[in-house]
């Protein structure tokens, strides 16, 4: 059973915008912080952002503030991270995850526990 569906990916030219979906259940949606990581190709996961149930607290790594913005939409169980002005660095498979806690501070440092699959998204011109 697939807890967290990603989609929105794509290419697209440097400067451009995409909305990235997460998809999620109820069971989730409604207790969890649930936040947005990424993959380049030959380097690690990292955390891009986060928000929370409770407060909708926000985390955003310092390469993704004043570009990215995370949002919740309760009513669809959907989790979006809206991306403008990517940059070629911003190549990497996009993946959403939660570690089943309901805070967003040092999100970066915890280890997830659900993961969705991932969706690429490639900037090149």
């Known amino acids: 059973q697939e807890f967290l569906v990603e989609s929105g990916g794509g290419l697209v030219q440097p400067g451009g915008s995409l909305r990235l979906s997460c998809a999620s259940s109820?069971?989730?949606?409604?207790?969890?912080?649930i936040g947005w990581w990424r993959q380049a190709p030959g380097k690690e996961r990292e955390a891009v952002s986060c928000?929370?149930?409770?407060?909708?607290?926000?985390y955003y790594a310092d390469f993704a503030k004043g570009r990215f913005t995370i949002s919740r939409d309760d009513a669809k169980t959907t989790v979006y991270l809206q991306m403008n002005g990517l940059k070629p660095e911003d190549t990497a498979v996009y993946y959403c995850?939660?570690?089943?806690?309901?805070?967003?501070?040092?999100?970066?440092?915890?280890?997830?526990?659900?993961w969705g699959k991932g969706t690429l998204v490639t900037i090149s011109s």
């Open positions: 109820r069971l989730f949606l409604d207790q969890y912080a």
């Open positions: 995850a939660t570690d089943l806690l309901d805070y967003c501070s040092d999100y970066g440092e915890r280890r997830m526990d659900v």
């Open positions: 928000i929370s149930f409770m407060d909708r607290s926000t």
